[in-house]
């Protein structure tokens, strides 16, 4: 009995032990303006004076202070990427995201430097998006967002342009902004569902208007190099990359595994059933083997959090949320069930660094987040992401096929 009894001690002290952790700090801080602010805003609206702020902004987020944080681009083995841009203020992360991968896979493939114009590709996708409004007589959803494979479908449909051939910059503006020309089209559609007005033509000609005055008439011939294309033959012809060569990798328990699958988020207003279902262990593997043998990708999830501190452009899972050992499957989906883990933003993963046993993911972002440090930095654009944190937050990626190709020989046909 006493010998039980020093084994039951030894036991419960052993536990105690092994499951005993350094907590994360936590703080309020106050909110600062930052690139946002000081930079876009003060262009859209010729202002030099900051944005005033009536009451004072306080959120909950973990404390990054006195920890060893790898924040540096250079410990990153990164791939060739194109420099960070702004995406402004407008909502199209998911086409500044994608089509940064697609520079990427120029490079890769055709050992060619490219720069493909962003706006090109959201001004096509508004098209769409008014199209399948008119078709549903109202009921398809109309917003800034999309997801990362409509660029495929854009392209595929629409061709593609370099940036010089369009920037989607008028009246001297140095950022996008978009806020007026959604607003100003959204609320002729409105107006089109409530005067059951679903004249294809006249909708879609008056959206293209609309967008003509605020980001310019996209460009149908250009030359390159000395020589003349159309958008898809620049596609075809110099650009050179298939569409149909890139997949959409997703982990979420909602939907069935080893199956293609809706990715049932208000971005995805088309419904696309693309998405490649994997489990989370599956889903980490093909992230980590993927950019180690040279594959970069569009990544997209949440960026809301507590743990992702604007201050040093890190994101980590405090464990005031949940501890490491606990990230499964089940966590992920009980956060993307509940809508504590929404689909917020569309970044490039470019890099990795591994340290300690734990790989750390160099991001490529677009969004004003990453900018609230000095514009010379190195780091200037960028974020880097604990694996714990794209375990538990970022919820797919575009990638080209190659890179998972044992991956899709297990799916359903």
């Not at 899972?317 to 933003?345: C, G, K, L």
């Amino acid at each position: 009995m006493k010998k039980r009894f020093l084994i039951s001690l030894f036991l419960v002290a052993s536990m105690s032990f092994a499951f005993a952790q350094k907590y994360d700090k936590a703080k309020f801080s106050e909110y600062e303006p930052g690139f946002y602010q000081n930079f876009i805003m003060k262009d859209i609206n010729a202002v030099n004076e900051q944005l005033e702020r009536k009451e004072i902004d306080k959120r909950f987020e973990m404390d990054h202070s006195g920890l060893n944080l790898p924040n540096k681009v250079k410990l990153y083995k990164s791939e060739w990427h194109t420099p960070v841009i702004s995406q402004g203020n407008g909502g199209s992360c998911w086409a500044y995201s994608t089509v940064s991968m697609y520079e990427t896979e120029v490079k890769r493939l055709q050992k060619k430097e490219v720069k493909l114009s962003e706006p090109y590709v959201v001004y096509w996708e508004y098209v769409e998006k008014a199209k399948g409004f008119l078709d549903s007589r109202g009921k398809s959803l109309f917003s800034q967002g999309s997801e990362g494979n409509a660029v495929a479908r854009i392209f595929e449909k629409y061709g593609v342009v370099p940036a010089s051939a369009y920037s989607g910059l008028l009246h001297g503006r140095k950022y996008h902004s978009h806020e007026e020309m959604f607003n100003e089209m959204e609320a002729f559609l409105q107006s089109v569902k409530k005067q059951n007005m679903w004249n294809e033509n006249f909708v879609l000609e008056t959206v293209k208007d609309i967008m003509n005055k605020h980001i310019g008439v996209p460009p149908t011939k250009f030359t390159v190099d000395g020589k003349e294309y159309t958008p898809k033959t620049y596609l075809s012809d110099y650009v050179k990359i298939n569409p149909k060569d890139y997949v959409e990798i997703l982990s979420y328990k909602q939907e069935p595994y080893w199956q293609q699958v809706e990715y049932k988020v208000p971005d995805n207003w088309w419904h696309s059933t693309d998405y490649y279902n994997v489990p989370l262990d599956d889903f980490m593997n093909i992230v980590k083997t993927a950019i180690k043998n040279g594959y970069t990708m569009s990544i997209g999830g949440d960026v809301s959090e507590a743990g992702f501190s604007r201050e040093t452009n890190v994101a980590l899972v405090p464990e005031f949320d949940i501890p490491s050992q606990f990230i499964n499957e089940n966590a992920r989906q009980f956060r993307f069930a509940n809508e504590t883990t929404t689909d917020d933003h569309g970044m490039h993963l470019v890099g990795y660094y591994e340290v300690d046993g734990i790989t750390w993911f160099l991001i490529k972002d677009s969004s004003s987040g990453s900018r609230n440090i000095d514009q010379n930095s190195p780091e200037f654009g960028y974020y880097f992401f604990h694996q714990d944190y794209v375990k538990l937050k970022m919820m797919g990626f575009t990638v080209h096929k190659d890179a998972v190709k044992d991956i899709l020989t297990k799916f359903k046909k």
